[in-house]
């Protein structure tokens, strides 16, 4: 199932799941369908067929059928038999392997290839890069669902909303007397029906605004009519053909030890905010190219630099050199702040060599 589902009737969710491994125990793929309420373009439909022998309520699959217009949408929903696909799926790991081999044998085998060639890395199994990038990107609609006749189809009625664009998050959100769902630092004067966030400590001010989407981050800042606000995937694609970096990484970057968020920078210089995490710590490493100097803002930080160690309060600093080896750790029991300044000529984050593995292997994670 993905990942950005809401389902509002869990205890409806939990017995469609228990009637479709019935299905999936018999090499069935079954899939949730959603009835329709409205002519939806944003959904993939599936088309009932027969009922399903010595099944709770599945049934043959006719025909998924791809995203339509408004018009084919609304002959769905007038003509019945017809449900939104939502994209979560039952089935054995075996039924799908079988399948996977059958109608996408070049997914099927770079993925077990990926898997014969992972290794352990603490607490993470890696799969073999170089494999698993060689591996066609398909979803498992087109690649084996549409192609299977194992397809099975489960009606479920479970309050399912896909929360696939900001429009559906203000659909489910609570709202104020004037429609608007409102999250984080935020002032509105004369606005209605709108979608309005703010994260951190920056504020975000609205007016005269109806029914709009107004979501500003670190990263960037989004203004829509609440209608189109799924186009967002479009605007996405334009930031990935541009290269920007916006795109694909966030400024607070999250790590097993804590996080990391760069808040200046420039052609010899980086600044960061650093927290790591009560017993956590870095793996020991060096820069060529790049100091570090490191203030401690709240906490206590264990900071090794060479064969020496130093125990640094609120406060206090420590710089480490291009070349010196260095550790910083929590010893403590509450969370660590640092303000980090690197400075150098080369700030890449391939300018790194690792001498242990306690972070998850990144070189970006230091």
Same mark, same amino acid.
């Given at each position: 199932?993905?990942? @950005? =589902?809401?389902?509002?009737?869990?205890?409806?969710?939990? %017995? &469609?799941?228990?009637?479709?491994?019935?299905?999936?125990?018999?090499?069935?793929?079954?899939?949730?369908?959603?009835?329709?309420?409205?002519?939806?373009?944003?959904?993939?439909?599936?088309?009932?067929?027969?009922?399903?022998?010595?099944?709770?309520? &599945?049934?043959?699959?006719?025909?998924?059928?791809?995203?339509?217009?408004?018009?084919?949408?609304?002959?769905?929903?007038?003509?019945?038999?017809?449900?939104?696909?939502?994209?979560?799926?039952?089935?054995?790991?075996?039924?799908?392997?079988?399948?996977?081999?059958?109608?996408?044998?070049?997914?099927?085998?770079?993925?077990?290839? &990926?898997?014969?060639?992972?290794?352990?890395?603490? /607490?993470?199994?890696?799969?073999?890069?170089?494999?698993?990038?060689?591996?066609?990107?398909?979803?498992?609609?087109?690649?084996?669902?549409?192609?299977?006749?194992?397809?099975?189809?489960?009606?479920? @009625?479970?309050?399912?909303?896909?929360?696939?664009?900001?429009?559906?998050?203000?659909?489910?959100?609570?709202?104020? %007397?004037?429609?608007?769902?409102?999250?984080?630092?935020?002032?509105?004067? @004369?606005?209605?029906?709108?979608?309005?966030?703010?994260?951190? @400590?920056? $504020?975000?001010?609205?007016?005269? $605004?109806?029914?709009?989407?107004?979501?500003?981050?670190?990263?960037?800042?989004?203004?829509?009519?609440?209608?189109?606000?799924?186009?967002?995937?479009?605007?996405?694609?334009?930031?990935?053909?541009?290269?920007?970096?916006?795109?694909?990484? =966030?400024?607070?970057?999250?790590?097993?030890?804590?996080?990391?968020?760069?808040? /200046?920078?420039?052609?010899?210089?980086?600044?960061?905010?650093?927290?790591?995490?009560?017993?956590?710590?870095?793996?020991?490493?060096?820069? !060529? =190219?790049?100091?570090?100097?490191?203030?401690?803002?709240?906490?206590?930080?264990?900071?090794? !630099?060479? /064969?020496?160690?130093?125990? $640094?309060?609120?406060?206090?600093?420590?710089?480490?050199?291009?070349?010196?080896?260095?550790?910083?750790?929590?010893?403590?029991?509450?969370?660590?702040?640092?303000?980090?300044?690197?400075?150098?000529?080369?700030?890449?984050?391939?300018?790194?060599?690792?001498?242990?593995? /306690?972070?998850?292997?990144?070189?970006?994670?230091?």
């Amino acid at each position: 199932m993905p990942s @950005d =589902h809401h389902i509002r009737d869990v205890p409806a969710f939990h %017995d &469609a799941i228990t009637r479709a491994a019935d299905s999936a125990a018999a090499d069935r793929l079954v899939a949730f369908a959603i009835h329709p309420d409205r002519p939806e373009t944003g959904y993939g439909y599936i088309r009932q067929g027969a009922a399903l022998p010595g099944s709770d309520g &599945a049934f043959v699959v006719d025909a998924f059928v791809e995203k339509p217009d408004a018009e084919t949408a609304a002959g769905f929903l007038a003509a019945g038999g017809y449900s939104w696909n939502s994209g979560m799926f039952v089935f054995s790991a075996r039924t799908m392997l079988e399948e996977a081999r059958r109608h996408a044998p070049d997914i099927a085998a770079a993925s077990e290839n &990926a898997l014969a060639g992972a290794g352990r890395d603490l /607490d993470f199994l890696r799969l073999d890069a170089d494999t698993f990038a060689a591996c066609p990107s398909d979803s498992i609609d087109y690649a084996i669902m549409e192609k299977t006749d194992r397809a099975a189809v489960l009606p479920a @009625d479970i309050g399912w909303s896909d929360v696939g664009s900001w429009d559906a998050l203000w659909a489910e959100g609570p709202k104020d %007397d004037a429609g608007n769902v409102v999250v984080g630092n935020t002032l509105l004067e @004369d606005v209605r029906g709108s979608y309005v966030r703010g994260s951190g @400590d920056q $504020l975000v001010a609205a007016l005269g $605004l109806e029914d709009m989407v107004v979501v500003a981050t670190d990263d960037a800042v989004l203004v829509a009519p609440r209608d189109r606000s799924g186009g967002v995937k479009d605007i996405v694609g334009r930031l990935k053909e541009a290269g920007r970096i916006e795109a694909d990484q =966030h400024r607070t970057v999250s790590r097993p030890w804590g996080t990391f968020k760069e808040i /200046d920078s420039g052609s010899r210089y980086k600044v960061r905010r650093v927290t790591i995490l009560p017993g956590a710590r870095l793996a020991v490493q060096r820069h !060529r =190219h790049r100091a570090e100097h490191w203030v401690v803002v709240t906490g206590t930080a264990t900071i090794t !630099r060479g /064969d020496r160690t130093y125990t $640094l309060g609120e406060n206090e600093s420590l710089f480490a050199p291009p070349g010196q080896t260095h550790r910083v750790e929590n010893r403590g029991t509450d969370v660590l702040h640092l303000v980090e300044v690197q400075s150098g000529s080369y700030l890449a984050e391939d300018d790194v060599e690792r001498f242990s593995d /306690d972070d998850e292997g990144s070189a970006a994670a230091d």
